[in-house]
């Protein structure tokens, strides 16, 4: 993690039965999901800065390697986000209070993040 930056929040994918191995696209071609049982989430702040930041990172905890990251908003200095974590799935939650145009309103953003292996369709690099 970068200077600065403390974790506040750890979480990880309940130890459960994998529903499917992948998901079979129209075309037949296949995005095997990835599956990592070392795979973790942090949610961390930065307070090194003027303006506050949190941050959300999902990590194979095996390899030490960044897999997602995000930079979301402080509200009023603190960290509000809520994040959860179900095989290949990352779904998270957090309040932004920034109106960036006359379309956008202040609330609570949901983010939903799926994770495949290999770069490429029916591309299955482990197993």
């Known amino acids: 993690l970068p200077a600065g930056e403390e974790i ?6 309940p130890s459960e039965p994998i529903a499917s191995f992948g998901k079979v696209l129209g075309d037949r071609r296949t995005l095997y999901k990835y599956l990592n049982p070392a795979i973790t989430g942090l949610i961390t702040m930065s307070r090194g800065t003027e303006q506050p930041s ?17 930079t979301l908003p402080s509200v009023s200095g603190a ?11 990352l779904l998270y939650t957090y309040y932004d209070d920034e109106v960036s145009s006359a379309v956008q309103a202040k609330g609570y953003r949901a983010v939903s993040v799926e ?12 197993r």
């Open 54 to 70: 949190c941050g959300l990172y999902v990590v194979d905890g095996g390899k030490g390697s960044v897999l997602y990251h995000a």
């Open 79 to 89: 960290c509000n986000i809520k994040a959860t974590m179900a095989e290949n799935w």
């Open 8 to 13: 506040l929040s750890q979480f990880s994918p």
């Open 115 to 126: 994770f495949y292996e290999g770069k490429q369709i029916n591309d299955k690099t482990r």
